[in-house]
T-cell receptor, first 113, second 117 residues
């Protein structure tokens, strides 16, 4: 079974721009979660989608949004980028979102200049 | 709200020595606990998980962890370190929302393990 894939792997943007990151979960997994990883704040939960519905949301500003499609693929959007948004964005999928294992993708490294 | 504290942001051991990475959690309800490993420029890989079954959990690559409720701890150990174990290790706790429909992971700050030849 193919693992979680994320595209693109690397991205460079400038302040004020917006960006969309994509995540394809493991086949059959219906839950997709997003995390932001920075040296200062560590790993922080952004949001989780299950069957196209956002079920849980972390403490991030409204500039961070996401969605999930009927095939369980998910996108994350960040508008009006700030320097502090530079981070590794990780996507994880699980089959149901219960205390099931979350499988992580390789991440998208976003650099904001 | 749940939280995780990993004691020691950097642990250095010699090859063949015992690896001990410490994790303490805080949770008002029975938690589910995980250890993940992250190699440079990669995502997170699950080492092991505790979900209220056996308190001693065995994982991949020779790692194991013991859930101790009285100490609110879930320390990760490996009897003999290998060079390939050098990586960053994250402890995480997951607690369900009411109704049990979703479990988000709360991570510790991570412990960087260095293995010296």
């Amino acid at each position: 079974k193919a693992g979680v894939t994320q595209t693109p792997r690397y991205l460079i943007k400038t302040r004020g721009q917006q960006v969309t990151l994509s995540c394809s979960p493991i086949s059959g997994h219906r839950s997709v979660s997003w995390y932001q990883q920075t040296p200062g704040q560590g790993l922080q939960f952004l949001f989780e989608y299950f069957s196209e519905t956002q079920r849980n949301k972390g403490n991030f500003p409204g500039r961070f949004s996401g969605r999930q499609f009927s095939n369980s693929r998910s996108e994350m959007n960040v508008s009006t980028l700030e320097l502090g948004d530079s981070a590794l964005y990780l996507c994880a999928s699980s089959s149901s979102g219960t205390p099931d294992t979350q499988y992580f993708g390789p991440g998208t490294r976003l650099t904001v200049l | 709200a749940q939280s995780v504290t990993q004691l020691g942001s950097h642990v250095s051991v010699s090859e063949g020595a015992l690896v001990l990475l410490r994790c303490n959690y805080s949770s008002s309800v029975p938690p589910y606990l995980f250890w993940y490993v992250q190699y440079p420029n990669q995502g997170l890989q699950l080492l092991l998980k505790y979900t209220s079954a056996a308190t001693l959990v065995k994982g991949i690559n020779g790692f194991e962890a013991e859930f101790k409720k009285s100490e609110t701890s879930f320390h990760l150990t490996k009897p003999s370190a290998h060079m390939s174990d050098a990586a960053e290790y994250f402890c995480a706790v997951s607690v369900g929302r009411s109704g049990g429909s979703n479990y988000k992971l709360t991570f510790g700050k991570g412990t960087l393990l260095t293995v010296n030849p």
